[in-house]
């Protein structure tokens, strides 16, 4: 109990761990229960109330469809941060196994990955994404399908250069004087060592890929209408942008607030994570 | 003769050679020091040894049976009886996991062991390893700490209670106290001679320091740039017959 | 003999939120052209002590006492002109080498660099006695000279080091556990360089080290110490063979002895 208080107070007395974690118990909450709080459907047109400004009965105002803004955003959030978290949660999921393997076991397989990996590497993910999801046809699967394609190869790399820092270390070459197969020393002493490096990593870039989702929406390349995700929102609002401003900048609002929450709870975790790390190495 | 190796040679490219037809016996419960500065290759013979780097040319045989590094199912046989003892005590344990896992992985490995120095059936896991910290006489209280809370002689005897835990019949010191002070390096010195006695085991030490290489072996191999220079028993330390090398090394190492 | 290069009198450190002190009462000094041995384990203080005279205590530690060099109280000084001192008067040794250069920056150029900041010479001049330290020391001059830290061996690189100091021929010389990360050929070849250079320049030597045989060897005066204290101190004969503390005694049980080494009983030490 004792340490878990100090670990806790270890974290909040971190400034950017602390906004970290109120804007995501926030959005937590936003995401989890926003479906069943918001005051109307995030669906249903009503042509006789486009366009309105905020008012106590829409709280941001309406769309050009006369749906409720303020419950198309909240209604939002689910999709888009989840996407954005599903999309680093496979990517890491790929990329973490195939980094250690390739680490760790080295010789032709390593070089095999890392040939694939460099020939992802020569184009911009963001062209790349476009690229495939372009071929794919657009949709919010196809859009996640094609980030993960180009995030998993981040995670190769990061956590295979680790590994290759790490496999010449003692405790690994007892590891393997042990007769432990490789798959053990990996789970026992890799995984864990890179765990902390990957974590923060995957923190900060949730923010990037909801920014990335949003982004090929806003081009017609992700949701397509009507789904409230925040980019396609953007989409939407684009043609009234002179006449109604609020329509672009309250989801644009909305994926500023993730991505600095992200980008915070990153900044959080490395310095809690360097801090652990500079206690072992007294 | 348990331990044999003849004509062993290494290279890590064309022009830089490591081991150099090396030929050595050791008969079991024989204590064999090898000496020689950095890049001698003494560090290359004990992973070669032990298995975890491959050798060009030569052979080595364990009780008569050859070692070959890349069968998995010989090298298991091998793995069993040859264990080692690294230099650097603080990356020898892993700083993410707690003491008694750590101690653990041989015998995880090697469930068919049940090592004469456990007492009690139905060992918990953990009881397991705090047997064997007993046993290189550690507190059984440090089972559950993680290596950053232990001091280096301490982490030196739980690697020599993971080394010794499957009972190997051969074990492979890497410059075990070099990391220590010398209160600690007599300390550890004493724990290896007497489980050597002990268990009847077959001990390479290899080190720069031959004060301690004194003190632990019968025999003494002197490396320079991957060629044995010189091999003789400590009786013969000073024999007028050693190596010009050999001479300079007793010579920088004592007092007058 | 004259006066005492170096005199260090009732120096204490402590952490600055005031726990127990981490030396105390220590006063020690060194002549000109002397080489004293300061042993003990690890933690006893050793390295704080070189660091007080060098002034670069941690932030969070303070000192005092008296720290006199050459008629100068050093800790009376304020940090900037404390450091004036370092290089040219004061030369210190450390254990890690790999610190020691800046990684990408030839070794030879760090040396002149070093040498000119120092003493008002040309390049050339530099040069010559950047090249005539490194080949002093055993190595390779010219291959040195030219090559970045990582391509040469620790043993090299410690070496260039040493050279790198001893180069500014400071009047007085700490070694920090210098031949610790060298084995013993090349720690002797550093340990008779060393012993030349005082020889040509009477400097002195403040030679911090757990190892004993050394400190036998090469020092003329050895202070013990154990947890903050120096607990004995004398010629290196009375330490070995004479020796009146139990700390002491428990250190000199240590050093294993080389067969025929008759004077010293080589007990078992169990109840250390």
């Known amino acids: 109990m004792d340490t878990v208080l100090t670990k806790s107070t270890a974290l909040v007395r971190n400034p950017n761990m602390l906004g970290g974690i109120i804007l995501a118990v926030f959005l937590a909450g936003v995401m989890f229960l926003g479906g069943a709080l918001v005051p109307y459907d995030p669906f249903k047109i009503d042509m006789g109330n486009r366009l309105q400004e905020a008012s106590t009965l829409h709280w941001l105002g309406t769309d050009q469809l006369g749906r409720d803004i303020f419950s198309r955003i909240v209604f939002g959030a689910k999709l888009t941060i989840g996407l954005g978290m599903l999309a680093i949660f496979m990517a890491v999921c790929i990329g973490v196994p195939i980094g250690l393997i390739s680490g760790y076991i080295g010789g032709r397989m390593d070089a095999f990955f890392m040939r694939i990996i460099d020939g992802i590497l020569t184009f911009p993910d963001f062209i790349l994404a476009i690229a495939i999801a372009g071929i794919l046809g657009p949709s919010l699967t196809n859009i996640v399908i094609a980030i993960v394609l180009v995030r998993w190869i981040v995670y190769a790399r990061v956590v295979r250069g680790l590994v290759l820092s790490e496999k010449e270390k003692e405790y690994v070459l007892v590891s393997k004087t042990s007769f432990s197969s490789p798959i053990k020393t990996i789970r026992l002493h890799l995984l864990p060592h890179v765990m902390p490096d990957i974590i923060v990593m995957a923190a900060i870039d949730v923010g990037k890929v909801i920014l990335l989702i949003s982004a090929l929406s806003y081009i017609g390349l992700g949701a397509q209408p009507p789904i409230p995700e925040w980019g396609a929102m953007l989409n939407d609002g684009q043609g009234y942008f002179q006449v109604k401003p609020s329509l672009m900048v309250y989801p644009g609002l909305a994926i500023m607030v993730t991505v600095l929450c992200c980008n915070l709870l990153g900044d959080g975790l490395k310095s809690h994570f360097d801090i652990r790390k500079g206690r072992q190495e007294l | ?256 | 003999m004259s006066n005492p290069i170096i005199s260090i009198e009732k120096l204490k450190i402590e952490t600055r939120n005031g726990s127990y002190p981490l030396v105390n009462n220590v006063s020690l000094e060194i002549k000109k052209g002397e080489i004293a041995g300061l042993i003990g384990e690890s933690g006893s203080g050793k390295s704080l002590t070189a660091r007080a005279v060098m002034g670069l205590l941690p932030v969070n530690m303070k000192n005092s006492g008296r720290i006199v060099y050459k008629n100068s109280d050093l800790s009376a000084l304020s940090p900037k002109d404390h450091r004036k001192f370092l290089g040219k008067e004061i030369g210190i040794i450390f254990q890690d080498y790999r610190a020691s250069f800046t990684p990408y920056i030839k070794i030879g150029k760090q040396i002149t660099e070093t040498i000119r900041t120092h003493y008002p010479i040309g390049k050339k001049e530099a040069r010559n006695q950047a090249l005539e330290v490194l080949g002093k020391m055993g190595l390779d001059s010219e291959r040195v000279y030219c090559s970045y830290p990582f391509q040469l061996s620790g043993g090299q690189v410690q070496r260039a080091s040493i050279a790198m100091v001893l180069a500014l021929k400071p009047a007085l010389v700490i070694c920090d556990e210098m031949t610790t990360a060298l084995d013993v050929m090349n720690g002797e070849k550093v340990l008779n360089y060393l012993e030349e250079v005082r020889k040509e320049t009477g400097c002195a030597i403040l030679m911090i080290t757990h190892d004993l045989a050394l400190a036998y060897k090469r020092t003329d005066r050895i202070y013990v110490m154990q947890q903050g204290e120096i607990v004995e101190e004398g010629l290196p004969e009375q330490i070995r063979c004479q020796h009146q503390h139990p700390y002491t005694k428990k250190l000199c049980a240590c050093l294993l002895s080389l067969p025929g080494e008759n004077f010293i009983i080589n007990e078992r030490v169990n109840d250390l």
């Open chain 2, 1 to 256: 003769m348990s331990l044999v190796v003849e004509g062993l040679s290494k290279n890590y490219s064309k022009n830089l050679v490591a081991l150099n037809t090396i030929s050595f016996s050791a008969k079991k419960g024989e204590c064999i020091g090898i000496v020689g500065e950095s890049g001698s290759g003494k560090s290359t013979l004990g992973k070669v040894l032990v298995g975890l780097e491959n050798y060009k040319e030569g052979t080595i045989t364990y009780n008569g049976a050859p070692v070959v590094p890349t069968k998995r199912s010989r090298l298991r046989e091998y793995r069993k009886n040859v264990q080692m003892i690294f230099q650097d005590s603080s990356s020898s344990l892993n700083p993410k996991l707690p003491v008694w896992e750590s101690v653990l992985e041989p015998l995880d490995n090697f469930k068919e062991c049940s090592p004469a120095f456990l007492e009690g059936q139905n060992l918990s896991r953990k009881e397991t390893a705090e047997q064997l910290l007993i046993m290189v006489g550690l507190d059984k209280e440090l089972a559950g700490r993680y290596p950053e809370e232990l001091s280096g002689g301490q982490k030196q005897r739980v690697s020599i209670a993971r080394a010794l835990s499957i009972e190997p019949s051969l074990l492979i010191c890497d410059e075990p106290t070099a990391s220590l002070d010398v209160t600690v390096q007599v300390q550890i010195l004493n724990l290896l001679k007497d489980f050597q006695k002990k268990m009847d085991m077959t001990i390479l030490f290899i080190s720069h320091d031959i004060r301690a290489v004194t003190f632990l072996c019968e025999q003494i191999i002197v490396l320079k740039n991957g060629t044995i220079q010189d091999q003789f028993g400590i009786n013969e330390l000073y024999h007028k017959s050693r190596h010009p090398y050999t001479k300079a090394l007793i010579e920088a190492a004592s007092i007058q």
